[in-house]
């Protein structure tokens, strides 16, 4: 049997079909402007709660992205956590650099109406081309290429810090910390300067000179 709920880690979310928590996942896709002989590009995404009551994950989960995909049902088309969400873009996007592309899901169902529902997206969220809105459904794979040939086409890569040209500094930010009974606390990090290596050890240290040590798997 399909996995198709492989992000959804906790109970609840796999027993009611929802997502609670943001989950993170990393890809390697085909795309033209892949630079290498393996033609690919690595794409880290992150899954977040659509529910309006769980807003605290999706702020948290855009201060690490470049580009959100909006995604609305064609049968409901805007509902309060649209709005929530495009808010919380629109007023990151004043400070970062972060695109936008919207998607209407489901839209296999009968009673799916996607045309009208990209029209009102359109006009509430003032979307200049209702064709662009990317057109999908998770249930028989239609549209998913089309979102991710959307992201490396919009989306822009990381950009480096501007006083770390030759990449002396070490900046990481985490994203994610679970436990895990045989290694103990686990951390998914972003890197934002620098790098670490599989293998490397790094030290944190704090204002009262005590440090932790951690190893990068």
Request: glycine share 6%.
């Amino acid at each position: 049997k399909e996995k198709i709920e492989l992000l959804d880690t906790l109970a609840v979310e796999q027993e009611r079909g929802i997502t609670v928590k943001a989950s993170a996942a990393t890809m390697l896709y085909p795309h033209p402007s892949a630079v290498g002989p393996a033609g690919v590009l690595l794409l880290n995404v992150v899954d977040t709660p659509g529910h309006v009551d769980f807003g605290r994950e999706v702020s948290r989960s855009l201060s690490f992205v470049q580009g959100a995909v909006l995604l609305l049902d064609a049968a409901q088309g805007i509902q309060a956590q649209t709005w929530s969400v495009y808010e919380k873009t629109k007023a990151l996007q004043k400070h970062q650099n972060l695109s936008l592309l919207v998607a209407l899901t489901k839209v296999d169902l009968d009673v799916a109406n996607p045309i009208h529902v990209a029209l009102t997206v359109s006009e509430w969220l003032n979307w200049e081309d209702p064709d662009t809105i990317i057109l999908t459904s998770a249930r028989n794979r239609m549209g998913i290429a089309d979102v991710l040939h959307a992201v490396c086409d919009q989306v822009s890569s990381p950009q480096a810090f501007s006083d770390d040209e030759d990449g002396s500094i070490l900046r990481a930010q985490v994203v994610d910390s679970w436990y895990d009974t045989m290694r103990g606390v686990e951390c998914l990090v972003q890197i934002l300067s620098g790098t670490l290596s599989e293998g490397d050890r790094i030290s944190i240290t704090n204002s009262s000179s005590s440090s932790d040590s951690f190893s990068v798997q």
